[in-house]
């Protein structure tokens, strides 16, 4: 076993009669002893499907309470899993699992129930205490020639767990997080935020995403709290789901806080409710909140708010504001990672120019599982974000100096979504940007140059939309669709973005 698996397995052994982990769709607290056999099932139906240590697998669920018993029992075989969005499209599933050697599928019912059963992806179901049937794909063009071998555990270094994070040429990085940088990012997370036994975390973040996979779900789980892993975020039910399960923390986006200060129902229950709510904190990572927000969130909800930043690359948080000394507006100090800026060749670490951020530390990947020697230097990883950082050592997020769309934490590739969109038949050429929106921070806009120019833009607009719904995950799709004659461009005939966003902001609507 590596410590991480040992800590978690120790973690149910010790708390085998206390409820650990609720699942809030279907109302129910599962105990270490319940979540125990469920690991220990899923071990040894693995074990019989010759799923080894290396192999890759392809997770697509929904939030539900079975992801930490199948990363833990995948963990102790030695397979990494990839979680990926549950709204990705079954073309773009079966276009993941086509591209990379993955040995086994687990796909929620909607799209399991779409994929073609045969010889060669072999259709399994298993039945948890967690899951009552959770349908699996067998990829036997890997596995039928196996033999069964006895367990190769994993070491420290070997990879556990692949996360998408989007890069400005259109296809994903792959962020390869080995043992070692999960437990070591989980360590700095649970003294930082001051995490115990005594916790329990809200799960509102989706599990394909560093937030919830490690800030929540993992630091929790190994600090010995107790989590409730709802489906997805609602605003109407969290102060209820807040106070019927005593939740002590929730991590979020500043877009949720935002969606929690306007929402009546929202306000409405959390008055009802206030004297039965103990929070000790909400921690807000990903854009920087409007200092209105941040204070109006805070004296409404009488709820502290813990600001970070942090990325995929870093398993979860690389600074935050520490508990009695914060600073509104900026993303607090570094914890557990050192943290400089970039700035004409040279690295500062205090009181800095606005440079490139770059981070190292016990928790930062040295490369990507595809390697991209040009994101490191010198023994640091160079983010793409630009900031700076104050006398105090608190770092300050100016903005990014690479073009990806950040809607709601959300990281969006334009040139994926563009070459996705670029199928259409009507479209002679598109640019995907993000647009300002109060509350998302930032909406993914397609702006589309027709081949037709006498085209009724409505039924154009229409026709992508629906053409996005089906081709691209939600957070991907485009909301604003805007239409131009033309581009402008530097001398080559590259299309200069900034230019364009800039003339957008000046036009009334979208049409």
Known sequence: MTELTNQLTKQ??????RNLIKDETIDQWFTGQQLSQDVGRLHQYFLNLKIRHGDLVLVCLDNSAVYPVLTQSLWELGAIVHPVAATTPLAQLQAEFSEHDYSLLI???ELADQIV?????????????????????INKAITAEREFKPLVEPN????ALILNTSGTTGKPKRVGLSHRLLINAATHNIA??????DDTAMIVMPMFHINAQVMSCLSTRLSGGRLVITAKFSASHFWQQVSDNSVTWVSVVPTIVSILLINEKATVAYDQLRNKINLRFVRCSSFALPENKFRSFEEHFDTQILEGYGMTETASQCTLNPFEAQKIGSAGKAVGTNVAILVNGQFQTNDTEVGEIVVSGDHVISDYVDSQPESFQNGWFLTGDLGYLDEDGYLFVKGRSKDMINRGGEKVAPAEVQSVLSQ???IDEVAVIGMPDDLYGETVTAVVKLKNTFADHDEIESQLKEYSQKNLAQFEQPTLVYFVADFPRNPTGKILRAQLKDELLSVPTGK
Do not use: V, Y
């Open 107 to 109: 796909a929620k019912n």
């Open 117 to 137: 059963n045969n010889e060669q992806l072999k259709r399994e179901d298993i039945c948890l205490n967690t899951f009552a049937d959770l349908p699996m794909f």
């Open 12 to 17: 149910l052994i010790k708390d085998e009669t």
């Open 424 to 426: 259409l038949d009507f």
């Open 192 to 197: 930082s935020h001051r995490m115990g036994r």
């Open 156 to 159: 420290e270094d070997d990879l």
